[in-house]
């Protein structure tokens, strides 16, 4: 019977040993564990149809996305009873903020080494300012769980969508 363990940390390697920080831990036997130099693990399968970038993919399911929220906005389409303005509009300040700590993370939080709490904090600030928004729109502009929903799909689009793309294009 083969157990399974859980390793919290970052897995280095040291003459073909494995090590998170000082604590010795089996190493990894899916796909290749090691490099030709011996001390890079290597944990996921590699697998070469992913392993090439497709431009003009990405570009269109961008622009689509775009576009569908322009039309949405210019046509002024309700999406569980309120317009994309009536979800904006109130909490832009959170989104701006929101936006900026997604550039911070980029910009400056990656460069700091302290075991990655600079991202961390950067990610809570967008958080409660996601919080703070379904807060506030609850209470001045009477929101509903379909909102809310919406309102978590828009912030999804926002954020992770930023990070999508600032990765893909500058990494």
């Not at 697998?47 to 497709?54: D, M, N, Q, T």
């Not at 379904?134 to 978590?152: D, H, R, S, W």
């Not at 926002?158 to 294009?169: C, D, P």
Request: aromatic share 18%.
């Amino acid at each position: 019977m083969k157990t399974i363990v859980y390793v919290s940390g970052k897995i280095e390697t040291k003459n073909r040993e494995c090590f998170v920080g000082n604590q010795k831990v089996d190493c990894p036997q899916s796909g290749k564990a090691f490099s030709t130099a011996g001390d890079k693990l290597d944990l996921l399968p590699q697998i070469p149809s992913l392993e090439k970038r497709s431009d003009p993919t990405f570009f269109i399911i961008l622009f689509a996305i775009i576009i569908l929220f322009s039309i949405t906005f210019i046509f002024k389409i309700k999406i569980f009873g309120k317009t994309l303005g009536e979800y904006i509009k109130p909490i832009w300040y959170f989104i701006l903020i929101s936006i900026a700590a997604v550039a911070w993370q980029y910009l400056f939080g990656l460069k700091i080494d302290n075991s990655l709490m600079s991202i961390r904090i950067s990610q809570w600030v967008w958080e409660i300012c996601i919080a703070a928004s379904a807060y506030k729109l609850i209470k001045t502009a009477n929101f509903g769980y379909g909102n809310l929903f919406f309102l978590g799909v828009l912030y999804s689009f926002m954020i992770h969508g930023l990070k999508f793309t600032v990765r893909y294009l500058f990494y």
